[in-house]
């Protein structure tokens, strides 16, 4: 019989041993998938925060005085809308949203007017639209202020600089600059306000930054600035900077715990394969005494510890996937599919947990190797 064949009938003589042995890699599979399914999932629900929190880089003429745009709330210098075309074809910024403001006077008061578009997505890209307002054209929305300070609701024909609109939506009072805005189709404000093809800024959420990168704003102005001459990127940081504090966390806390948890369950694995060696002494003598070589007997151990480290993989990974399902969307709101844990882990549990098996097997198995038969027959 070969080694797998007797490694089978081991483990179906000693079925407690070969138990505990499945059920000490299922451990390290499973609380090792469950750190990286939960570390994706804070990162997805981080991600899914900051997205929903606004756009955290702006596009700026590179002559805008930035203490006037801050104190102002736009750029009274303009862009060319050409520029949205241009940079959409780079990777470090995505979700492009283009805006022209300016104060005008209407009526009895000052409204800030705001055209926007649509977001435009890097490389052609298509993903669920999330941020700007969508205002079709010819109709307006109003801030709270501006509705009830000229009388008008949703459905009201209105007109401003001489054209006709009709007013969408009124928006709930927020106490915020929106109060006394005007949301206009980018098209429509360009037209209102005199500035045909020009925006005030283009607005964008900045992509993937590495957690160890230190200076993330040159990296977007060179990327950016080079396609688009004479702009500059502005960099809203406290935005920017919680994902990657998120994803420093995770890493360390990945980098921290989960060899921890491998070498805790190495030693149990170890122990196990030591404690079966020891139990099989008098078997393990008698084959070495029948001919068998010190690597047959070697290969005997290891052949049973690859062979429970595939089970241990399997029900790792189903204790990993159960857990995950009945725990990740209650704590991780936003991280939609989060919890599932993807093929590329079924197929690192399933290559790997053999392999870290065997490898915490191989002392035992050169101590079973080792034995002298006739010392290990002669105290049988």
């Known amino acids: 019989?070969?080694?797998?064949?007797?490694?089978l009938a081991e483990l179906r003589h000693r079925k407690l041993s070969a138990l505990l042995f499945a059920v000490a890699v299922a451990a390290a599979v499973a609380l090792v998938l469950l750190f990286v399914v939960f570390a994706r999932a804070g990162e997805a629900d981080t991600r899914r925060i900051q997205r929903d929190a606004g756009l955290n880089l702006v596009i700026l003429p590179s002559d805008v005085a930035l203490e006037r745009y801050w104190t102002d709330g736009f750029a009274p210098e303009t862009l060319p809308a050409a520029h949205l075309e241009r940079i959409a074809d780079q990777d470090v910024a995505n979700r492009l949203v283009p805006i022209l403001s300016r104060d005008v006077e209407w009526g009895t008061g000052t409204v800030r007017v705001t055209g926007i578009a649509g977001e435009t997505f890097k490389r052609g890209g298509h993903m669920k639209p999330v941020y700007g307002r969508v205002?079709?054209?010819g109709t307006m929305v109003l801030g709270a202020l501006v509705a009830r300070n000229r009388g008008l609701a949703a459905g009201d024909a209105a007109s401003l600089a001489g054209e006709p609109f009709t007013v969408a939506a009124v928006l709930t009072e927020k106490g915020s600059r929106e109060d006394a805005e005007v949301f206009l189709d980018l098209a429509d404000a360009q037209r209102v306000l005199g500035l045909e093809g020009r925006v005030s800024e283009i607005q964008a959420l900045e992509c993937h930054c590495a957690a160890d990168e230190i200076d993330p704003q040159k990296r977007l102005s060179e990327a950016i600035e080079a396609l688009l001459p004479g702009t500059r990127v502005v960099r809203r940081e406290r935005l920017a900077d919680s994902r990657r504090r998120q994803r420093r966390t995770a890493e360390r806390y990945l980098g921290t715990a989960t060899p921890i948890v491998l070498m805790l369950c190495a030693l149990w694995i170890a122990t196990l394969a030591m404690l079966n060696v020891r139990e099989r002494r008098a078997e393990i003598g008698v084959l070495r005494a029948l001919g068998r070589s010190r690597w047959r007997v070697a290969a005997i151990v290891l052949a049973r510890a690859s062979l429970l480290g595939i089970c241990g993989a399997a029900l790792g990974w189903a204790?990993?996937?159960?857990?995950?399902?009945s725990v990740v969307p209650d704590v991780f709101r936003?991280?939609?599919g989060a919890e599932a844990v993807g093929s590329d882990l079924v197929a690192f549990a399933?290559?790997?947990a053999p392999v870290f098996a065997v490898a915490a097997s191989l002392v035992p198995a050169a101590i079973a190797a080792t034995?002298?038969?006739a010392e290990v027959l002669r105290d049988a």
């Open 350 to 352: 399933f290559v790997l």
């Open 371 to 373: 034995q002298d038969p």
């Open 334 to 336: 936003f991280a939609a």
């Open 319 to 325: 204790v990993a996937a159960l857990v995950a399902r």
């Open 1 to 7: 019989m070969n080694a797998l064949g007797l490694a």
């Open 135 to 137: 205002v079709e054209p």
